[in-house]
């Protein structure tokens, strides 16, 4: 059926082979090249077709005999297939894949002002796709150019902003290139082509402004579609992507726990996770592991404050990774900053039990303070932070819940 895969650096994030998976029945791996390597991999290497990414969308140009005319256009190339001579063909399905994310998303790029962060390929894509969508004015942010991120300011009166650069990607999860998006008084949605974590700390701090937000997993879906029919020399309905977009979403979002200390997340979330197959991890856990002590220990040696840092660092650590069902501890609400941390990849389930049947023993704040007054500050917190909330049923009939709303049983 063919040799295909992804070229790029840093490729451990990519979802595009369990996209590719869906697509057809070919082979498809990674490539992780250095830019020093890949000139003799285009010339050399024992492929079909690629999917081109970060940083090379560019750098691959020269090596295709023929363009695309959209590739052409564009000056970026994210999709090669080999011609019956050996040579390369070089096109640009990124420009059906961003057209695709805008419509889905509902922007109207016409309405205003558009800033686009970067200047690379998927910037030039996002620039050219804009345009054709006859997009008001476009600027384009880039570290050393006229319009930069030192003076981004003048352009506080933006009405769009799309992302084009790799940060807050995965491993570098919880930045963002803006410092400060309330500068952006009229800004009414944000895009972000970055697709892991699904919601970057840029997309965190929209949501929050109430603005309207986008990912870039359907783009990374819908070009991947184009990619799949020039490799296999086949039509792919638009609804594929639409159902495998939902699909890898799914698939790869962690399912966070969060409750009352003793509400039964690590009981619930180890049988959650047995029954969908993913991996199980608590929080509780590897923050004993860190610190080489219990956490009643860690309380009464460090204090609460040292164990709260250690609480969001193991937060972080769980967070940014895909496709886990986590527990975490019950005072996690304490802390502003471990909202955005777990609603970065995850969607959050508050067990909701019953403040009678909770135990106490073994757990410093319940002994301390008292059940009923850990509820009183913590119960709006978690309501506010969850997407979904389930009363305690039992320990599998719980999970079972949690399993059939999250996914109607069909992916998990």
């Known amino acids: 059926m063919g040799r295909f895969g992804l070229l790029g650096e840093g490729l451990t994030h990519s979802y595009s082979p369990l996209i590719h998976a869906e697509l057809g029945s070919y082979e498809y791996k990674l490539y992780e090249k250095k830019p020093d390597e890949v000139e003799g ?8 077709g690629l999917n081109v990414t970060i940083p090379y969308k560019t750098t691959v140009l020269p ?6 005319p959209a590739a052409r256009a564009i000056g970026s ?5 080999r011609l019956t001579d050996g040579s390369l063909y070089g096109d640009n399905t990124d420009y059906f894949g961003f057209s695709y994310l805008l419509k889905k998303s509902g922007a109207d790029p016409s309405a205003g002002k558009v800033i686009i962060l970067g200047s690379g390929g998927s910037s030039l894509t996002a620039q050219a796709v804009l345009r054709a969508m006859n997009a008001g004015e476009t600027v384009v942010i880039s570290r050393d150019g006229a319009d930069n991120y030192d003076n981004i300011e003048k352009h506080s009166d933006a009405d769009m902003i799309v992302n084009t650069t790799p940060v807050g990607m995965y491993p570098n999860n919880g930045v963002s290139p803006i410092k400060d998006l309330g500068i952006f008084h009229n800004c009414r949605t944000v895009i972000d082509l970055i697709y892991n974590p699904l919601r970057t700390e840029l997309l965190l701090q929209a949501e929050e402004r109430g603005m309207v937000i986008a990912d870039g997993l359907a783009m990374l879906v819908a070009q991947a579609k184009c ?7 086949s039509f792919i309905p638009d609804e594929q992507a639409e159902t495998i977009t939902i ?8 399912i966070i726990l969060i409750g009352m200390p003793g509400c039964g997340k690590s009981s619930i979330g180890a049988a959650l996770a047995g029954m969908t197959g993913r991996e199980f991890a608590d929080a509780d856990e590897l923050i004993v592991k860190t610190a080489g002590k219990t956490i009643p220990e860690i309380f009464s040696e460090d204090g609460e404050d040292a164990f709260r840092s250690l609480e969001t660092g193991a937060l972080r650590a769980l967070c940014k990774r895909s496709g886990l069902v986590i527990a975490t501890g019950g005072g996690i609400v304490k802390r502003r900053e471990n909202r955005n941390i777990i609603r970065q990849n995850g969607t959050v389930v508050f067990l909701d039990r019953d403040i009678g049947e909770l135990p106490v023993t073994g757990r410093p704040l319940s002994e301390k303070e008292g059940v009923a007054a850990l509820a009183v500050s913590r119960l709006p917190l978690y309501t506010q932070w969850s997407d979904h909330v389930f009363s305690g049923r039992g320990v599998e009939q719980t999970a079972a819940d949690i399993y059939e709303q999250l996914s109607g049983g069909l992916f998990l």
């Open 63 to 68: 090596f295709c005999a023929e363009l695309s």
């Open 41 to 48: 991999f285009l010339m050399r290497g024992d492929f079909d």
């Open 77 to 81: 190339v994210n999709t090669i297939t």
């Open 227 to 233: 990619a799949a029919e020039q490799f296999t020399r």
């Open 247 to 254: 699909k890898i979403a799914i698939l790869t979002r962690n």
